[in-house]
T-cell receptor
Framework: DVKVTQSSRYLVKRTGEKVFLECVQDMDHENMFWYRQDPGLGLRLIYFSYDVKMKEKGDIPEGYSVSREKKERFSLILESASTNQTSMYLC??????????????FGPGTRLTVL | AQSVTQLGSHVSVSEGALVLLRCNYSSSVPPYLFWYVQYPNQGLQLLLKYTSAATLVKGINGFEAEFKKSETSFHLTKPSAHMSDAAEYFCAVSGNTGGFKTIFGAGTRLFVKA
């Protein structure tokens, strides 16, 4: 089974702190994604990556950056956390670069609270 | 541009009753369509997907969905609800524009009454 793990299930940070959210997948997937999930808004794509050291902005990249130094690991960085970044963050991965018919495999999520 | 609309943020059914969760999509290219389920405090997992083969797609846990191009719909159904079906359900669309980006609906929370 594909496994996507996220470094923390719950995280509490203070405004202005730098926050790292880590995601690791064990199935050699090319694509990896970071979403935030808010009630009534569904999942919104923050950033995605289709290869090591490659990244593309999603729909809401402001205030975030990402890093993909190794194929299995995709990190989301909040350079200076703000209260409006309080949310559930979901990481996902999928195989193959050139098809969008592939399902995404999700981690359990990190619920981040910024005080 | 692609988009997904899920009708009803909350749906409540009695145990044993039919489950119907509605999804309409917009896509300028033949779409790939998905239903995902999210149980409390978990990530999303795939229920089923449509990739232009059979229009009636069967998924896990007794769920199925029918692709209707003329109605741009992909509604999810289950003949008989079980308490364990209580969860949030997301419809999603992807296609050849934008590569492998997937657009998710806002979600429908299903409540099952005993």
């Amino acid at each position: 089974d594909v496994k996507v793990t996220q470094s923390s299930r719950y995280l509490v940070k203070r405004t202005g702190e730098k926050v790292f959210l880590e995601c690791v997948q064990d199935m050699d997937h090319e694509n990896m994604f970071w979403y935030r999930q808010d009630p009534g808004l569904g999942l919104r794509l923050i950033y995605f990556s289709y290869d090591v050291k490659m990244k593309e902005k999603g729909d809401i990249p402001e205030g975030y950056s990402v890093s993909r130094e190794k194929k299995e690991r995709f990190s989301l960085i909040l350079e200076s956390a703000s209260t409006n970044q309080t949310s559930m963050y979901l990481c996902a991965s999928s195989p193959s670069e050139w098809t969008s018919s592939n399902e995404q495999f999700f981690g359990p999520g990190t619920r981040l609270t910024v005080l | 541009a692609q988009s997904v609309t899920q009708l009803g943020s909350h749906v409540s059914v009695s145990e044993g009753a039919l489950v119907l969760l509605r999804c309409n999509y917009s896509s300028s290219v033949p779409p790939y369509l998905f239903w995902y389920v999210q149980y409390p405090n978990q990530g999303l997992q795939l229920l089923l997907k449509y990739t232009s083969a059979a229009t009636l797609v069967k998924g896990i846990n007794g769920f199925e969905a029918e692709f209707k191009k003329s109605e741009t719909s992909f509604h999810l159904t289950k003949p008989s609800a079980h308490m364990s079906d209580a969860a949030e359900y997301f419809c999603a669309v992807s296609g050849n524009t934008g590569g492998f980006k997937t657009i998710f609906g806002a979600g429908t929370r299903l409540f099952v009454k005993a």
